[in-house]
């Protein structure tokens, strides 16, 4: 009797093993480490030899109103946005910046160039460079420095005032996107996901073409306030 009861009870252990669901695997998007621990192209300077050869106007061709003097890039406002000639897809950019009091503008990626396209902000997503402590208009934490402007919030904000020089990393890997202020990681997203896609349908870029695609051409913008940045410089990761 004994042995027929173990006999059955290993039977009935055996078939319920072969009745139970595999494991579910779930799909992590890279962390922190993974990104930092891809390979690295070499470093390309944006501005080098003080020239803006990397550059064009956005949907136009010769740059106007922007300059390079002694490394660094500037405009006074209203000179319209500048685009890199060449597009890019896995890479680390790295800036630094500064504006004035009340000032704003800001960094894209993935910017897709067309004449349909009239703005760049119509499918690039922002980094947000604005002043959070003297903008002239009551800002939500979606639209403060370091936001992937008006649809995610940084997690913190390291900002330096107005006048003084911030530091901006944006690390990109297979869609998924780091924002760096002053060497403090403060948000992250990846393109295509769910909670993006529902973060972008409650913003004001919810009717347009934006952040569909997660390859495309730097772009600086002119908010009508003077700006300027030094250092710009990309590489490739894979």
Do not use: C
């Amino acid at each position: 009797m004994t042995n027929s009861i173990l006999i059955s009870s290993s039977i009935f252990a055996l078939l319920f093993v072969g009745l139970q669901k595999p494991p579910q695997v779930e799909h992590v998007p890279p962390t922190t480490q993974h990104i930092q621990s891809v390979k690295k192209g070499p470093w390309i300077d944006l501005l080098a030899k003080n020239s803006l050869d990397a550059w064009h106007q956005y949907n136009g061709s010769a740059i106007k109103g922007w300059k390079v003097e002694s490394g660094m890039l500037s405009t006074t406002g209203k000179n319209g946005d500048i685009v890199t000639n060449q597009e890019f897809e896995n890479f680390e950019l790295e800036m630094e910046w500064k504006i004035e009091k009340s000032g704003n503008s800001g960094i894209f990626i993935y910017v897709v160039e067309h004449p349909d396209n009239k703005y760049m902000y119509q499918t690039g997503p922002e980094f947000q460079i604005i002043d959070n402590e003297n903008y002239p208009q009551k800002l939500t934490e979606q639209q403060k420095t370091g936001s992937m402007s008006d649809v995610i919030a940084p997690n913190l904000s390291p900002l330096k005032p107005a006048g003084q020089w911030n530091k901006t990393r944006i690390v990109s890997k297979d869609g998924n996107v780091q924002h760096w202020l002053n060497k403090k990681l403060i948000l992250t997203y990846q393109i295509g996901s769910t909670a993006l896609k529902e973060q972008i349908a409650k913003s004001k870029f919810a009717a347009l073409p934006y952040a569909k695609v997660a390859k495309g051409k730097i772009g600086i913008q002119d908010h009508g306030d003077p700006v300027y940045f030094k250092n710009i410089k990309i590489r490739e990761i894979n």
